[in-house]
């Protein structure tokens, strides 16, 4: 005798929720330790975040810093379905000790391809809800340094793994 089952998992908005909580978490310690993003912009990080990945409309988003257009430290999240091969990390522990002067702060978004599904109107509705608005551009490339993975979380079947860009 054999028996077999089947589980599913439904994404939520309290999913979302969860891990956007990790990543605004290593953007609040990026604020503590780089001064920046501002403290009184994380709330709108946030809600931006949350909104995204609840409507699975993000697939890779990035924060750090940046001179002469090359990455002096950085830290980017790909979303992407959940493997269930890594435990949940701890969030935050972020890298605190680059010298970053003369380095300009940056956050940048990359959609999914739902997001480039919907209709330009479908697209330009959803972003007037949101708490602001994102421009056009396009990411630094590599200073010197390198990237590492180091941290995974993971709710409702979608997992977010963290990677860090620290310098050399």
């Known amino acids: 005798m054999s028996s077999t089952s089947t589980t599913t998992t439904t994404f939520t908005r309290t999913h979302a929720k969860q891990l956007a909580s990790k990543v605004v978490t290593d953007l609040y310690q990026c604020s503590i330790h780089y001064e920046r993003p501002s403290a009184n912009d994380l709330e709108d990080y946030q809600t931006e975040l949350i909104e995204m990945l609840a409507n699975g409309y993000v697939a890779v988003y990035e924060f750090g810093f940046k001179k002469s257009d090359k990455r002096m430290l950085s830290w980017r999240y790909t979303i992407g379905p959940d493997g269930g091969l890594h435990g949940d990390s701890d969030a935050g522990n972020v890298y605190a000790k680059a010298a970053l002067v003369g380095a300009t702060y940056f956050n940048f978004m990359s959609y999914s391809q ?55």
């Open 114 to 168: 739902k997001w480039w599904d919907l209709t330009d109107s479908q697209r330009t509705t959803f972003k007037k809800s949101l708490p602001f608005q994102r421009s056009s551009g396009s990411l630094p490339g590599d200073g010197d340094g390198y990237w590492q993975v180091d941290h995974g979380y993971s709710a409702g079947g979608v997992r977010v793994e963290r990677e860090t860009f620290r310098p050399l």
